[in-house]
């Protein structure tokens, strides 16, 4: 049996612009098979946690493999499907990128303070490609790929709908944009849940908001709730 997958996003423009403008609607119009769907919030103004918790409620009744991504990536990876369905054999969240280990106050998954100083390679693990196309103009190389971490990137998060449902896991909803991705991995482990990154080429167009207004906000809430 196929399985089928699910791609989430959630986007500022209409529905026929997220296909015409956006890096990840550009990608998606050339895969077209019957076991891949497109679960899309356009012209969305919600934060990304409330739209994947939707997308979440909606899965109890009708199960796949959930592809959370930004609306501002490049698939490049024409057998996505298949190396997905490698990786969940390994483990129950997967991503591109993460880090084999947490720290204090960590401000994201790579850097280890908010001066955004990145953690030795020997902790880190994954490859992501920057860029506004193909080829991209720059590749991050943090680590061989395929290695359990406790946090991921959340520009990639896919998972079975039936193992975040079985466990009641949720996107927390105090977190708009930033943040979320830290503390649904941190809600993961605490459920005994293995992450781990897995090759897949894909090309990021955004470098980040870190120091933003919106971001110190969402640091200030996430410390508060992990007393960190």
Not at 150 to 162: I, M, N, Q, R
Not at 209 to 226: I, M, N, T, V
Request: proline share 4%.
């Amino acid at each position: 049996m196929v399985a089928k997958y699910r791609f989430v996003c959630a986007t500022r423009e209409s529905y026929d612009d997220f296909f015409l403008k956006t890096a990840l609607g550009r990608s998606l119009a050339i895969y077209r098979a019957p076991f891949a769907e497109l679960t899309l919030f356009h012209s969305n103004a919600r934060g990304l946690p409330s739209v994947y918790n939707e997308a979440l409620r909606d899965a109890a009744s009708d199960p796949a493999i959930l592809v959370f991504m930004h609306d501002d990536v490049h698939l490049c990876d024409f057998f996505w499907h298949v190396h997905i369905l490698a990786g969940l054999k390994h483990f129950d969240i997967l991503g591109v990128a993460g880090n084999r280990r947490r720290v204090a106050r960590q401000p994201a998954w790579c850097f280890l303070d908010e001066a955004l100083s990145v953690d030795s390679a020997e902790n880190l693990s994954g490859i992501v490609g920057h860029g506004s196309g193909f080829p991209p103009e720059n590749l991050s190389s943090y680590g061989p790929p395929g290695q359990q971490v406790k946090l991921l990137d959340g520009v990639l998060l896919a998972a079975h709908s039936e193992t975040l449902i079985s466990k009641n896991l949720r996107f927390d909803e105090r977190f708009d944009f930033h943040f979320y991705d830290l503390d649904f991995c941190r809600q993961a482990e605490a459920k005994h849940l293995r992450l781990g990154t897995w090759p897949l080429s894909l090309i990021h167009e955004s470098a980040g908001q870190f120091g933003s207004p919106a971001w110190r906000e969402a640091y200030a809430k996430y410390l508060d709730k992990w007393k960190l």
